[in-house]
């Protein structure tokens, strides 16, 4: 499976604006959909983004849709999380996995997260 390395978290005002990175070494990142997954304090894992090898679609959850793009520069085998008018019930731990959508739902490959990235949003 892909390993990735986030960053860009942060503490934010509700709001505000962040810019995730996921930063992968697979030589063949173009070959994966990639996508953004958070996990809440005490909830499980929720998607957020998937987009396509190519970064040509892209899916959004219903929670998300409309104040975060994702995209990606296969070149420079990176990923982006762009949070606009972010609110305080997306304050999580963002992680990136690779992805398929499926009957309207965004799922991870595998459900094997690496370390994260930590976003707050408070006042």
């Known amino acids: 499976q892909v390993q990735f390395v986030e960053s860009g978290g942060g503490l934010v005002q509700p709001g505000g604006s962040l810019r995730l990175s996921c930063a992968s070494s697979e030589f063949r990142l173009d070959s994966y959909n990639v996508g953004w997954f958070r996990q809440a304090p005490g909830k499980e894992h929720e998607a957020v983004s998937c987009?396509?090898?190519?970064?040509?679609?892209?899916y959004y959850s219903d929670s998300v849709k409309g104040r975060f793009a994702t995209s990606r520069d296969n070149a420079k085998k990176m990923v982006y999380l762009q949070m606009n008018s972010l609110k305080p019930e997306d304050t999580a731990v963002y992680y990136c996995a690779t992805c398929f959508y499926y009957r309207d739902h965004i799922h991870a490959d595998f459900e094997a997260w690496g370390e994260g990235t930590r976003v707050t949003v408070s006042s």
């Open positions: 987009i396509s090898n190519s970064g040509d679609t892209t």
